[in-house]
């Protein structure tokens, strides 16, 4: 994944791929592991042009990307990992590869596990924790306790959780509610678990999307020639099952229309 982290100018004529994958490849056909090699090294070299477009664009209309600052993710898995990939350059600087980064308030690692996506919301929503002992001791109500949580606890424990908690591991599920039981134990009121606050955001973007019907991810709710329900989508491997789109349309099914 390259992200140009530094440009603080988005227009849709320089849309980058955020994210650049590795094909598949079957250890026992050697044909068709050639194929997805030449696949690879036309997606990569496609890459590398669209970089240096960007960075004529950029000198052409007065910005500087700031290389060092600049990180590269390379997201593959293929059994066989081949070759190197070659590096990416700026202005003759070569762009750093990381295994995970900091997008948008979320760490995003090259094996999409987000444990340590996890374990960051779990030590600041921690922090905060203490300023709500202290509204405690100063003896507040328990309303004003459970409005403080829902904006500076829940909020930090539910940044994108409909991005990356379908795919949490059972230990990242339960250190983020350990911090949900803390503010209850402390607020003495009951509050919504992670699990339900997903479940409802996951209702709320996926009737938003029903809505929009120039919204990109509107043809993948498909009514069945019954009316009742949506088509659930098919999926292959566990992590496409756990993620959005999957989720939400078994969610929208389960609701009673």
């Not at 066989?80 to 762009?95: L, R, W, Y």
């Not at 309303?143 to 591991?169: H, P």
């Not at 990242?172 to 009951?190: E, F, G, M, N």
């Amino acid at each position: 994944m390259w992200v140009p982290r530094n440009l603080k100018l988005e227009t849709r004529s320089t849309a980058m791929p955020l994210m650049w994958m590795g094909v598949c490849v079957s250890p026992f056909s050697f044909l068709k592991s050639t194929m997805s090699s030449l696949v690879l090294l036309v997606l990569r070299s496609k890459l590398l042009a669209e970089v240096q477009h960007l960075a004529v664009w950029c000198a052409d209309n007065n910005l500087l990307l700031n290389t060092s600052k600049t990180k590269e993710l390379i997201v593959d898995f293929r059994k066989e990992k081949g070759e190197t990939h070659t590096p990416i350059h700026i202005n003759g600087m070569a762009v750093e590869r990381v295994s995970s980064f900091k997008f948008l308030g979320t760490h995003i690692s090259e094996t999409l596990t987000w444990t340590i996506n996890t374990s960051s919301l779990v030590k600041k929503a921690n922090q905060r924790l203490f300023f709500l002992r202290t509204l405690k001791k100063n003896h507040l109500s328990a309303d004003i306790l459970c409005s403080f949580y829902r904006c500076a606890i829940e909020s930090i424990l539910t940044n994108c959780i409909t991005a990356w908690y379908g795919n949490c591991t059972v230990a990242d599920r339960k250190s983020l509610q350990r911090v949900v039981k803390a503010a209850q134990h402390i607020t003495r009121t009951p509050l919504p678990t992670i699990e339900v606050v997903q479940k409802k955001r996951c209702l709320n973007r996926a009737r938003s999307i029903l809505r929009d019907l120039s919204h990109p991810a509107y043809r993948l709710f498909q009514l069945l020639p019954s009316g009742r329900r949506y088509r659930c989508l098919q999926t292959k491997t566990s992590r496409f099952r756990n993620s959005f789109f999957p989720t939400a349309v078994s969610l929208l099914n389960s609701v009673p229309r």
